[in-house]
């Protein structure tokens, strides 16, 4: 009898679980017809930059752009950071935007590391959760390449493992 009644509070527990995660997954994703897909528009959205100047996606219409969302204290993150400088030192002149998202981390934080590390490019800063749903950003490094008419063309969950890396999936928005 102990056995049956353990056995049932197990599965209870089980699917409990299964429920609740799918509750909760569900009420922190975005809509259906709106969750980024490739072929799809890529959410807008207006963020500051390290400067304090508030940057659109819908700015960049008209160009490629790679849109990495990223953390200094994400290993992976930190590995790719230099593929991502030099892919755009190398791309930025054929027109190429590369947009850093950082998540939720304090600007001075942001400041200290890309010093460090020379980054040039735009670091954006997400101060609230609201663009990461948006691009139901779950798993960091997470990086959108985004078509000049502003579609989702390739969706990398993960670091890049260099630069060559990037240019096979920058054949998918360059000109």
């Not at 509750?23 to 930059?49: H, K, N, V, Y």
Request: hydrophobic content about 40%; aromatic content about 8%.
């Amino acid at each position: 009898m102990k056995k049956k009644s353990m056995k049932l509070m197990a599965g209870v527990l089980i699917i409990t679980l299964i429920a609740t995660g799918a509750i909760a997954l569900g009420c922190s994703s975005p809509a259906t017809d709106e969750a980024p897909e490739i072929g799809r528009m890529a959410p807008d959205f207006q963020l500051e930059t390290l400067d304090g100047q508030t940057v659109s996606l819908s700015d960049y219409r008209g160009q490629p752009v790679l849109l990495n969302f990223w953390a200094s204290w994400c290993g992976p993150c930190r590995f790719e950071m230099p593929f991502l400088q030099e892919a755009y030192e190398q791309y930025s002149g054929q027109g190429l935007v590369v947009l850093g998202v950082n998540l939720l981390e304090e600007t001075e934080t942001v400041r200290e590391f890309v010093q460090q590390e020379g980054l040039t490019f735009p670091i954006l800063m997400a101060t609230t959760q609201e663009v990461p749903l948006d691009y139901n950003v779950r798993n960091i490094p997470a990086t959108f390449l985004i078509d000049s008419e502003g579609r989702i063309q390739d969706i990398k969950i993960g670091a890049f493992a260099g630069t060559a890396d990037i240019e096979a999936r920058l054949g998918k928005i360059m000109p």
